[in-house]
């Protein structure tokens, strides 16, 4: 269902193909649907930036049911950020595609962080940035504890810009790493370690299994394993690359202004491998 500032219009009956991404990299959710059309909606709706979008998938005859939740899907309401693809497939009849973001990337837009912040820890900022601009009501975010007091000043920046900084900077209490990422799903958002989301257990594995042992492909279909045709290794490493960013070794040399101190720290990228989890199970280097 589309909201317009004229009318309320469902887009079931023209939807082609929706896709909506999750993505631990980014800090919002993003969706294209793309749509059939011969009644010239962009024009008489009309569609120019300013709508959103609802969308609830779910499984007919589970409504109401104990496990609604399990057999549905509803994103967070979604903003349309742009029209494009917009071609005639017959002289009366046309095709286009919506681009879409979620509520979290257009309050961060339209918000900004300046304030201090003492004797809080990381996490502590993140949550009350999060709900002082993106909260929406509905939708929380989940938080893993970081390590240290600090004392910060956010210099007029967004709140998605803000969190990002402060991801940078921050460290889990019972790790080594400094690899937070802020990312939306469609339940939730989430301030979480790098470290802390490869240490759990995955929700799809990907197994080589022989044909015959599911020659009909009802058998896969029914325990929800996913076939997979063919797979490509689209890139292993890159040696200058990785030297460039120190994954190998590096030296950081810090400077406190305050106490005149001068610290060295030095990185090895075959010893300091162990101290953090991987997908791998064997290091990128050998110990040479």
């Known amino acids: ?59 007919s005859g589970h409504a109401g049911s104990r496990n609604e939740d399990k057999h549905s899907i509803k994103p967070p309401r979604l903003h349309v950020n742009s029209l494009t693809d917009r071609f005639f497939t017959k002289p009366k009849a046309q095709a286009f595609t919506l681009s879409c973001v979620s509520e979290n990337c257009m309050s961060s837009q339209h918000s900004k962080v300046s304030r201090s912040y003492n004797g809080k820890t990381i996490s502590e900022m993140v949550e009350d940035i999060y709900f002082s601009y993106l909260y929406d009501g509905k939708r929380g975010i989940v938080f893993e504890p970081t390590d240290r007091v600090e004392n910060i000043i956010i210099p007029n920046l967004t ?34 370690s790098l470290d802390s989301l490869i240490g759990v257990e995955p929700r799809i594995k990907y197994k080589h299994r022989p044909r015959v042992d599911d020659p009909t492909g009802t058998g896969f279909s029914s325990n929800q394993i996913f076939k997979i045709e063919k797979f490509y290794f689209t890139k292993n490493f890159d040696k200058l690359e990785n030297t460039k960013k120190g994954m190998y070794s590096s030296k950081l040399i810090t400077h406190d202004i305050t106490t005149k101190t001068i610290k060295q720290y030095e990185y090895n990228g075959f010893n300091d491998w162990f101290a953090l989890n991987h997908c791998g199970t064997f290091p990128p280097i050998s110990n040479s």
């Open 159 to 192: 709140p998605i810009q803000a969190i990002r900084w402060l991801a940078s900077r921050a460290s889990a209490e019972n790790s080594n790493g400094v690899n937070y990422l802020f990312y939306e799903t469609m339940d939730e958002s989430h301030f979480m």
């Open 1 to 59: 269902m589309i909201h317009t500032a004229s009318k309320d219009y469902n887009l079931e009956p023209h939807l082609l193909e929706l896709n909506i991404y999750e993505d631990i990299f980014s800090s919002y959710l993003s969706a294209n649907m793309v749509l059939a059309d011969s009644h010239n909606i962009p024009y008489k709706l009309p569609i120019v930036g300013e709508e959103t979008i609802d969308i609830d998938i779910s499984l």
